[in-house]
């Protein structure tokens, strides 16, 4: 049986990916950071294993390993999708202290995930890495005057995104028998992205069809592909 682990799953994209998966017989390691209500979004679903987990602390991490080893010796796939938003301060007000706040989550959160998880992804036949990013984090799309977040004027989020998208790159040279990618839950070219909590549910899309990028990578082949940036319609320009 293949198995997953999800990050941020007790909402939105995260929960949506979880349910999705477990409807398809998987085993999924539903990771929340409150665990009353990660309890509460796991005992609507199947073949579901709650795991508290808060990916700024290198001790709830250490515990999410312990106890999905508890259930099995291997991890098919991580899905790296906690996020947060930070407040959209504008860069002339923006501090050190706003900027780290968030690449805590955003960035230092999916290294200390992976690196902690390596040894079960590790020991599979086909492991993947999904990370969760966001058009924002793209050079191409931020540049493009046609695109909204071209007049987005913050600097937390799209650059801890910006961060991730290279960390996925250089996962994915350094460790090739592990498939590491990135999705964002949009549509680019349409530029529209799915209606979750961190958008306040502005979104065009679905939060089913802003998980269809995620569940593509996550179901990857062993001849699939590794780093590259993907939304739901295709390839995302870096």
Known sequence: MTNALITGANKGLGLEAARRLSELGWTVFLGSRDEERGRAAADGLKNVVLVPLDVTSDESVSDAVRLVREHTDRLDVL?????????????????????????????????????????????????????????????????????????????AYSSSKAALNMITVRYAQAIPEIKFNVATPGEVANRKFAATDMNRHTGELTVTEGTDSILRLAMLDADGPTGTFVDRLGPVAW
Request: charged letters at 20%; a negative charge; hydrophobic letters at 40%.
């Open 79 to 155: 899905i790296n999708n906690a996020g947060a938003p930070g407040r959209g301060i504008d860069p002339a007000d923006a501090t050190a202290d706003e900027i780290h706040s968030v690449y805590d989550t955003n960035v230092y959160g999916p290294v200390r995930v992976t690196q902690a998880f390596l040894p079960l992804l590790r020991a599979a036949d086909n492991p993947r890495v999904v990370m969760v990013s966001s058009a924002v984090g793209s050079f191409a799309v931020v540049t493009d005057p046609e695109q909204p977040s071209s007049k987005m004027h913050e600097l």
